[in-house]
């Protein structure tokens, strides 16, 4: 049951996200939920910073074109669940009128 609720969490995500749907991105977190970037970035914490660090206004358009997520084990409880899997995704960003692509083969979660 926990696991059908973190796949359905996970598709929600991943969903919005190719949907460019930056709400949606963010009601898949809690208030107080902590994001871990890649390449060793310090952590993001609670979702207003998570927000400013994704969605940051007046940035360049970033739009998700692949997202990947593969999900090998889930556990958790009524505080705390988990997922542990594969991701990879690709993005273009537009920049003084030059699209730029970039990918990042992933990390296991």
């Known amino acids: 049951?926990?696991?059908n609720a973190i796949r359905a969490t996970?598709?929600?995500?991943?969903?919005a996200?190719?949907?460019n749907d930056a709400k949606g991105v963010l009601k898949t977190f809690?208030?107080?939920a902590v994001l871990l970037p890649a390449h060793g970035a310090p952590a993001v914490v609670v979702i207003a910073d998570i927000a400013k660090?994704?969605?940051?206004?007046?940035g360049p358009p970033a739009?998700?074109?692949?997202?990947?997520i593969t999900v090998d084990q889930t556990s958790g409880n009524?505080?705390?669940?988990?997922?542990r899997g594969l991701d990879s995704v690709a993005w273009t960003v537009t920049e003084a009128g030059t699209t730029r692509r970039h990918s990042?083969?992933?990390t296991p979660t």
């Open 1 to 3: 049951m926990v696991g």
């Open 10 to 15: 996970i598709e929600a995500y991943r969903t």
């Open 17 to 19: 996200w190719l949907a």
């Open 30 to 32: 809690t208030d107080d």
């Open 53 to 58: 660090y994704w969605f940051t206004l007046g």
């Open 63 to 68: 739009t998700v074109t692949e997202l990947n």
């Open 78 to 83: 009524g505080t705390l669940a988990y997922a």
């Open 104 to 106: 990042h083969p992933g």
